[in-house]
């Protein structure tokens, strides 16, 4: 499992799994010098992709450290300033995204959008998710997820996640949990990340997915968020589809990203203002 930990007050995420470093939160008084941190490290650990989110305002040293834009959302900090993805591959191989995947997903662009579903029928309940349901929440991910990038196959992970800012939503069949989403929300930015997205096989079809993303919309939207965004696995073109059916704009692909379901896959980013 890769490791989240502090290079001096940012917070960033790297290890073998990923092969790369994520700078999740660049703190200010930590630019510029962290961009040479990030070299350091990424060169001592053999990594092969340095990955950072980044106000925009910042946007330009990256550039001129050899870093690339390969998506963006618009006004992530606080609907004011655009959060930049950028890129530096230290693999040549790496930049290359898995050409038969790109052409699904160039023809799911070009697809019409359908927000019409089927309402869920009376077996089923959608509800927000508590401590208490952390176990069948586990089950759920180990059942759909060979490998993830964060820990939520650890119950003290997902406690611990939702006494700070992640909302989990869960949707019970006869009483059994069938899928799960989150919103990893940044109260003071009113922003807030929709993913984590697990439905059982067994429920697949029913538009699931799609129920629990406009509930957490509904719920953030209650509570004043102006921005969502999603990072959707590029190989999933009915999680993709999800997102273009209820409106979300395409921004871009981080390719060869992050290791999931067993491998390091490309990534969409999706975004939707609130």
Sequence with gaps: MDKTEKLGQSTIQHGPESNRIYLMHLWPTDFPGIIDKIDTLAKS?????LFVKVPSKYGAAFRMAGYETEALVPGFFNGAEDALFMVKYRDAERKTPNREEMEVFQNLLLSDANSEI???????????????DTPEMVKVFSEV???YPFPIFDTEFLKKEMSEETRYFGVFQDGKLVGISSAECNDSLKNAEMTDFAVLPSQRGKKIAIHLLRTMEMHLKDNGFKSFYTIARLKSPSMNKTFLNNGYRYTGTLVNNTHIAGQIESMNVWYKQG
Excluded: A, M, W
Aim: hydrophobic share 25%; no cysteine.
């Design 45 to 49: 650990n053999g990594y092969t992709k």
């Design 118 to 132: 089927p309402e869920l029928d009376s077996t089923h309940i959608l509800r927000l998710l508590t401590p208490e």
């Design 145 to 147: 997820f060979e490998s």
